[in-house]
């Protein structure tokens, strides 16, 4: 079965029933991709699959025949949203983070709160709150600090 | 520019955010195995017989005949096995491992077990086995309540939680070089130790702990890895080969600790004004089926249960009991979030009942520098609960909207709370941990068992080493916790990584910046060599504690806080919509003021789900909606906007004035929500409040 990944032609011999998930961590060595529910539920093992958020831990491998995937490896690093989620510190103990960022990923250019709150709602993060993820969406979305939520000081 | 005190970049580097992070299930093994837990199906028997149905060539497997020396994993007691010998205490107690190489094999091997069932035992309040009981005894509370003007009493229940953080449970065993090493996801490396110590004997005397990237803990990879841990290295040593064994979901829900539910009772004498002039208090935690960490759960919750409150009469008495269920451990708050829920509870119920506005009742009554707490420590400047109230109601302009908000679906409460900061009384100096800096030929490296598991660990302490040292904060590495390299600690609990080991970091760096005698590291190194400094923790002096009265100062030192919730309910639905949260909080001083809001705002929503979503189902002594499809916690929908307050009190003991913080955000948001939901006339004396408890609660009136 051939599909692209990251980019590339990708060809995996596995049982077409196998878990996306499981051919992109064990067949190709992508362990960017986390598992946390195995149901579909905390949205850790989001990919993109024609530029679309899924989680890939309910996806036969069939299903994206000669489709796209990209996985947060398909980033590079480069991706602005990857150091915003260290900086903005919307990454705490980072399980949630790739799955976070390759959800974000699917929202417009100038998203309001609602909408990343909307675009995030499948994917669980424990650490934070959420604020911080918003916070890191917001500016790379180049929204300001008055447009994200929450507000905080030391005094 | 100092690093304490600024967000300065983290030391996590881009891992976290590209991928790269290696945590535990991301890491393979040439000739690895997998392994799987086999587990009762019953709550309390007898093994009678045990059946494999199916080919068992290719297969690894362990039973209690297996276990080297002892079976039993070591903790504050004994008493808990590896391994089921006949006994069964619980559900989903492990009996047997098989591994195999090939996953698909392993799940599908069937085991059968027989049993000879006995009636088990589910309801703490009918049980007679008590494992710590615990009598804080201040002043003579029945002479006081027999002059008290008014009497309150009432009884308030807590469930349990589930930690739910997204990595589950893992370990991979590794037998190498004559010894055995564990990679994997725990909060307490030096935990892992001891109980391999003790499981291993004199046999295996080589067995080392790498922590590997962990995908979050919050209490619940403290003691419960020991076990996982321990069922690895028995199939390793069995077979000669690594053996990974990762829970899912369901497993870990079902088989692993979960917070303590709770049982408190308070009758309460007052003076018509508002004076607390008497508390008395009934704390029953539910331990499980072993007795794990319940007792060390107990005393915090017992020693915070009066509340930021002063009061002259106090008997406090708890105790901990024996269930049929998995038993129940750490969790962030360890017991306090159970009856600091309680006691603010009462506080609104008291202000109704005096028809008193409750935020005067917490000022009559609230602790301040020179008062006495339940324990008698006399409190220091560094009590700050009336500096956290004031701000709170100000900032949000409190009793005002509590007067608009009257009457319509829209409401607003609060909650008082505070929380101690390390280990409780004199369990710092029993624990004698050391943290060790060593000298390298670009800087220096922190070499210490403290996890990082999100919370900000490896950034925080580089941050006290840096300033104290004054060197650049980027000639500070952070070695990953390996227990053959790095310096005992102590434990990744009780908020006491920052007060605690970062304190005795800070003193390291004192003594090599007087050892490099004003060369940088670089040229200390290139004319002299490395060297290290390794120092053990000195509690303040002044700590005098009784084990057995349960009198002294408790802690060190505490953080306060004062939560304030805004909400509606749907009429209709009885849904609880937060609308917002204030967290005003002092906690000495915020090292990294981002990450520190980060752990406000994370345990503030932890604490809302607590208060209105997470509740565990228990039937038959285990958990029926161990999935989180059923146990829901926050969503970006569920969480409102939060707006964070950190105030500063610096505490003298502390690395550059700073508390703990971790656990405190915990303790504040269910009492407050429950104190909106009284302030529309729904009578709520336990959580998690949901629809079909406000409906019950409805129909009751």
């Keep these: 079965m051939r599909f692209m990944l990251n980019g590339a032609v990708k060809e995996v011999a596995t049982h077409p029933a196998a878990r996306l998930i499981d051919v992109l961590r064990e067949e190709c060595g992508l362990t960017g991709t986390k598992e946390g529910c195995g149901e579909g539920e905390c949205g850790a093992c989001t990919v993109l699959i024609d530029g679309e958020p899924v989680c890939s831990c309910i996806i036969p491998v069939a299903q994206v025949a000669d489709a796209e995937v990209t996985t947060v490896e398909g980033l590079n690093g480069e991706h602005p949203l990857q150091k915003l989620f260290m900086d903005e510190v919307g990454a705490q103990c980072g399980i949630c983070t790739p799955g976070m960022i390759m959800a974000a990923l699917s929202l417009g250019p100038a998203p309001t709160l609602d909408e990343v709150r909307t675009a995030l709602a499948g994917n669980l993060c424990r650490c934070t709150g959420y604020s911080a993820i918003y916070r890191a969406v917001m500016k790379w979305r180049g929204m300001t600090a008055g447009d994200t939520p929450g507000s905080a000081v030391v005094a | ?701």
């Design chain 2, 1 to 701: 520019m100092p690093a304490v005190g600024n967000s300065v970049a983290r030391k996590d580097g881009i891992g976290k955010a590209t991928g790269a992070a290696k945590y535990a299930d991301d890491i393979t093994f040439p000739g690895m195995l997998f392994g799987r837990t086999i587990r009762s199906t019953i709550p309390r028997g007898r093994i009678r017989s045990i059946r494999f149905d199916f080919d068992t060539a290719g297969f690894t497997i362990v039973d209690y005949r297996d276990v080297p020396a002892t079976n039993a994993v070591d903790l504050m007691a004994q008493d808990q096995p590896f391994l089921v010998e006949t006994e069964v205490r619980h559900m989903a107690e492990p009996i047997l491992l098989l591994a195999h190489e090939d996953r698909e094999k392993l799940n599908a091997a069937s085991v059968e077990i027989d049993y000879d069932e006995e009636e088990p035992l589910f309801d703490p309040e009918r049980s007679t086995q008590v494992f710590k009981s615990i009598d804080i005894v201040k002043g003579n509370v029945s002479a006081a309540i027999e002059n008290a003007d008014v009497i309150v009493e009432g009884t308030y229940r807590t469930g349990h939680q589930e930690h739910i953080y997204i990595e589950p449970n893992g370990v991979i065993a590794v037998p190498e070089d004559g010894g055995i090493t564990i990679h994997g996801s725990v909060q307490c490396p030096f935990y892992v130790i001891k109980a391999l110590r003790c499981l291993l004997g004199s046999a295996h005397p080589n067995v080392r702990v790498i922590q590997t990237e962990t995908g979050g803990g919050f209490g619940g990879k403290e003691e419960y890895p020991s076990m996982i841990a321990g069922h690895a290295v028995m199939l390793a040593i069995k077979s000669g080969r690594p053996v990974k064994i990762i829970y899912d979901r369901v497993e870990d829900m079902v088989a692993t600790t979960k917070r303590h539910p709770a049982i408190v009772r308070h009758r309460t004498g007052l003076t018509r004004d508002g004076r607390l002039v008497a508390m008395d208090i009934d704390v029953l935690m539910d331990g499980g089926a072993y007795v794990t960490l319940s007792p060390t759960v107990l005393s915090r919750g017992c020693i915070h249960a009066a509340g930021p409150y002063r009061c002259d009469d106090i008997r406090i008495q708890g105790r901990t009991v024996f269930t049929n269920t998995p038993p129940n451990g750490a969790f962030r708050g360890f017991g306090a979030p159970q009856t600091e829920f309680a006691v603010e509870v009462h506080m609104d119920r008291i202000a109704e009942q005096l028809g008193i506005d409750p935020v005067e009742l917490r000022r009559i009554n609230a602790l301040r520098p020179g008062d006495r707490t339940a324990t008698g420590q006399t409190l220091r400047d560094d009590c700050s609960a009336h500096m956290v109230l004031e701000e709170a109601i100000k900032r949000t302009d409190f009793s005002r909207k509590r007067k608009e908000y009257k009457g319509t679906n829209r409401t607003i409460g609060l909650a008082l709370f505070y929380h101690g900061a390390g280990f409780t009384g004199a369990g710092e100096r029993n624990l004698k941990s050391k943290a060790r800096l060593e000298l390298t030929p670009t800087g220096v490296r922190i070499a210490t068992g403290s996890t990082e598991i999100g919370q900000g660990t490896r950034t925080m302490h580089a941050q006290i080493v840096t300033d104290a040292l004054g060197i650049p904060y980027e000639d500070v590495e952070v070695a990953q916790p390996d227990t053959s390299k790095v310096a005992d600690s102590g434990p990744t609990v009780a908020s006491r990584t920052c007060m605690v080991v970062g304190k005795i970091l800070e003193e390291c760096a004192h003594e090599m910046k007087e050892k490099l005698g004003g060369l940088t590291p670089a040229e200390y190194y290139k004319r002299s060599g490395p060297f290290t400094v390794e120092r053990m923790y000195e509690p303040p002096d002044w700590i005098q504690w009784d084990d057995k009265t349960y009198l002294g100062d408790a802690y060190a030192t505490y953080g306060w806080g004062c939560d304030v919730v805004e909400l509606e309910l749907d009429p209709d639905t009885y849904e609880v919509r937060p609308l917002k949260v204030t967290a005003v909080q002092e906690f000495g001083r915020p090292i990294h003021p981002a990450l520190a809001r980060g752990q406000i705002e994370g345990g503030t929503a932890q604490g809302m789900g607590y208060a209105l979503l997470e509740r565990v189902v228990m039937r038959n002594g285990v958990m029926a909606n161990s999935t989180l499809t059923n146990y829901t916690i926050p969503t970006t929908l569920d969480m409102p906007e939060m707006d964070i307050v950190m105030l500063e009190n610096p505490y003298p003991g502390g690395p550059f004035g700073a508390k703990g913080l971790g656990e405190l955000p915990m303790d504040g948001p269910a009492p407050a929500v429950v104190n909106a939901l009284r302030h529309m006339g729904l009578d709520i004396r336990e959580i998690p409040a949901t629809p079909e408890l406000i409906a019950n609660c409805v129909a009751r009136a």
